[in-house]
């Protein structure tokens, strides 16, 4: 009996280990500038509490250079819209 439990727990631990997101290639770097801890103070805004739909606005805005910015519109030209999308849908999921 001992056994099935064990065994049980060990295959749930792993299915939720291989259901965890990866991040799609770019995301993670965003928090390297984008703060996520609430208590850190920056001047760069935050990306938590955004909606993918904002994230991507945004990033379109930096590519066209309708939004100003110091190094976005050079970061957001690297990317493509599908891109664009998988990240902003990444950056808002919970994890």
Request: charge should be neutral; aromatic fraction near 4%; proline fraction near 9%.
């Amino acid at each position: 009996m001992r056994f099935i439990i064990a065994a049980i727990v060990i295959a749930s631990s792993t299915a939720a280990l291989a259901a965890a997101p990866e991040p799609p290639p770019g995301a993670a770097s965003c928090t390297g500038c984008h703060a996520t801890n609430p208590n850190v103070d920056t001047a760069v805004p935050r990306l938590t509490g955004k909606t993918p739909g904002e994230i991507v606005a945004a990033m379109q805005a930096f590519r066209s250079g309708q939004k100003p910015a110091t190094i976005m519109d050079r970061i957001a030209k690297g990317f493509s819209d599908t891109e664009v999308q998988a990240i902003a849908t990444w950056l808002t999921e919970p994890h």
